[in-house]
């Protein structure tokens, strides 16, 4: 037993330095104090499943953070069930007949709906500053477009019964380069040209679902728009991307070559076929008696005082209200999370709910919450629609003090999570609410916490001394 033990404790350390990014680990350490959050927690339980054999519930990470108190859980664990493996995400045949994931299926509808809409555009843009490397820019966009099939996948519907087609990987990603130089109105032309860029609607059945602008202001000063639409990408996928165009630029001497021989273990048409076979039987019924339960009765609207009268169907219409938390106030904020074995992301849901429900007067609330749903390993290098939306619904009834209400967060924000498998479409059709168009069903109000970091795009080594690159996200897409 002690031996096991030992090999649990350092097949436990590996995996905790590797996504905390630290290099010496004891085994008194607590997970948390460390600077791992819900996400990180996620994927430290997929890793657990493939090095150790066991599914462990979220719950039992946040009941156990120390390092040697986890290890003797999935000791125990082990010991009771033995080890056992996950279905692995295979290969699918690319001469038969592409199904979509859940996530894309939804989003495929709803561009029915709103055909030639731009809503789910995620449109980025970079300011190069330096010499461009234009040919060199172009091949990378073209090797990133070659490795990642969700970038190249395209949505046909021959008798209304959609499936997915795969470019092939030669095509090129399309860019359409502009020369403003000579311009005297080169501001007001750069403006005009990124309204159209981000408001050109895609076709879903031709593709490609992402493409750029390449506009030149100067010699040394350059605009990159790149837009993708939301079925093949989403805000993980961004960080993936600008990690490996940087690393398949010039100059980053010795990781080039190992991305671009990379083959990927799995693709996102692989995954979509294990997920529908995966979701089946008794983990379904599962994941849907959860939700049924969870959300039965909930209030279908959030009665938020407006200074004017919602109107009759909801539009994408909207503005920013930047709030600056400073480094005193997020210190104090972080202790207070670990004194109730909280993340922080847990701690400013339970404020927020605080705020909603005195605003409202509602102490019953269903707040929804994005989702990365990255918890394979084999897709987390993956560009692709992965991300679901959970809806938490917070308890506020009673006059909870802080302790109470930060734990009914908590563990509503965990069990959510436990089963965050079921898609969100799905859990509307499981819950039935009333279905009006001038709000959303289930939530009206959502809090998306985005600590999955996006590099900075580094195109150190271009021609002539590179460039510098100023990347700014022009979507009101919610990133996971």
Not at 2 to 21: D, N, Q
Not at 29 to 36: R, T
Not at 443 to 470: H, I, K, Y
Request: glycine residues 6%; neutral net charge.
């Amino acid at each position: 037993m002690r031996r096991r033990s030992g090999e649990v404790e350092t097949a436990l350390a590996a995996i905790w330095a590797e996504l905390l990014g630290i290099e010496r680990i004891g085994r008194h350490d607590n997970f948390f104090e460390l600077g791992g959050h819900s996400l990180l927690a996620v994927q430290l339980l997929s890793r657990l499943s493939q090095a150790v054999g066991v599914e462990l519930p979220l719950a039992t990470l946040f009941a156990k953070p120390v390092l040697s108190d986890l290890a003797a859980s999935i000791v125990e664990l082990l010991s009771r069930a033995g080890p056992h493996d996950l279905p692995a995400i295979a290969a699918v045949s690319r001469h038969e007949p592409l199904v979509l994931s859940f996530a894309q299926q939804r989003l495929w509808f709803l561009a029915q709906l709103d055909e030639g809409g731009t809503n789910y555009h995620m449109p980025l843009g970079w300011r190069l500053r330096g010499a461009l490397n234009r040919s060199a820019w172009q091949r990378s966009l073209d090797r990133l477009f070659a490795r990642h099939e969700a970038l190249r996948s395209v949505f046909v519907a021959p008798q209304g019964k959609p499936r997915v087609e795969v470019l092939p990987p030669d095509a090129g990603l399309p860019v359409v380069e502009h020369d403003l130089r000579d311009r005297p109105d080169a501001q007001a032309a750069l403006s005009d040209l990124c309204h159209e860029e981000a408001h050109t609607p895609f076709d879903l059945a031709r593709g490609p679902l992402i493409r750029g602008r390449l506009i030149r202001m100067s010699d040394d000063d350059h605009v990159f728009l790149l837009t993708q639409h939301h079925i093949v990408s989403d805000g993980w996928s961004m960080g993936v991307l600008v990690r490996e165009l940087s690393q398949s630029l010039p100059g980053v001497r010795g990781r080039a070559a190992t991305i671009l021989c990379r083959r990927w273990r799995s693709s996102t048409p692989d995954y979509a076929a294990w997920q529908r076979q995966w979701l089946s039987g008794e983990r379904l019924q599962t994941q849907a008696q959860y939700w049924r339960d969870t959300l039965y009765g909930a209030p279908a609207r959030l009665a938020l005082p407006t200074d004017w009268p919602r109107p009759a169907q909801q539009s994408f219409a909207g503005a920013s209200v930047p709030v600056v938390i400073d480094a005193d106030l997020t210190r104090g904020l972080k202790r207070l999370s670990r004194q109730h074995g909280t993340t922080l992301f847990m701690t400013m849901l339970a404020a927020w709910a605080a705020v909603l429900s005195r605003l409202s007067g509602q102490d019953d609330l269903v707040i929804g919450v994005p989702s990365a749903n990255r918890c394979r390993r084999e897709i987390e290098e993956l560009i692709g629609f992965f991300v679901n939306t959970l809806a938490l619904r917070i308890d506020l009834s009673g006059e909870p003090s802080v302790s109470d209400l930060l734990e009914r967060t908590r563990r509503a924000a965990l069990t959510a999570q436990e089963h965050q498998d079921l898609p969100f479409e799905q859990v509307v059709d499981i819950v039935q609410p009333p279905r009006h168009l001038d709000h959303t069903p289930l939530f009206q109000v959502m809090l998306a916490w985005q600590n999955n970091t996006v590099e900075s795009l580094d195109l150190a080594g271009s021609e002539r001394g590179g460039c510098r690159a100023r990347s700014s996200n022009r979507s009101s897409s919610i990133w996971n």
